[in-house]
């Protein structure tokens, strides 16, 4: 297993992982026509554009050569919270590498690299009902912030993304 920043090439199997984790992860918190439809194509498109500029960061896990999960990060969307702040805005593995220890490994480089550009703090939005996400998150030690929630922002979905928290002071490994 080996994690490493992720280049232009690397495009096609990041949006591969994205399309089948959301089609795991999401199955019964979104809707199966919205899941069923997801575009290879389009994921890759976005995240070509992704890798071309300075924002987000992103990591990739590889085994034996094949991406099996990424992680998109940097600072916080909201310029009213401290500058200080990131935000992991996208983590997703394979389905057949959940509970094998990769996430946590590109959890561990994530959060040291985000430490080496000066966070303080990171945040991260869970869909509610995404309980795997969630024990992960509190296993590393975000919780959630009582009151910061949000609308899901998908056209024809319902539901909620509940803010996380992880002060870097109070972080466990």
């Known amino acids: 297993m080996r994690i490493r920043h992720a280049d232009t090439s690397d495009a096609l199997a990041i ?32 995240w070509a554009r992704s890798l071309a500029s300075p924002s987000p960061s992103l990591l990739v896990a590889e085994d034996s050569g094949q991406i099996v999960g990424f992680s998109a990060f940097g600072p916080y969307r909201d310029d009213r919270i401290d500058p200080t702040t990131h935000e992991l805005w996208a983590f997703y593995l394979l389905p057949d590498y959940f509970s094998r220890g990769v996430g946590q490994r590109l959890w ?44 899901l922002a998908l056209p024809g979905q319902h539901g909620c993304e509940t803010c996380f928290v992880l002060p870097l002071s109070s972080a466990r490994l």
């Open 108 to 151: 561990l480089a994530s959060r040291a690299e985000m430490v080496s550009r000066g966070a303080t703090e990171i945040r991260l939005w869970v869909l509610e009902g995404n309980d795997r996400a969630e024990r992960f998150y509190k296993k590393v030690g975000f919780e959630p912030e009582p009151g910061f929630s949000r609308l």
């Open 15 to 46: 949006a591969q992982v994205h399309v089948l984790s959301w089609q795991h992860a999401y199955r019964g918190l979104l809707t199966d026509d919205l899941l069923d439809n997801l575009s290879v194509e389009k994921r890759q498109n976005m």
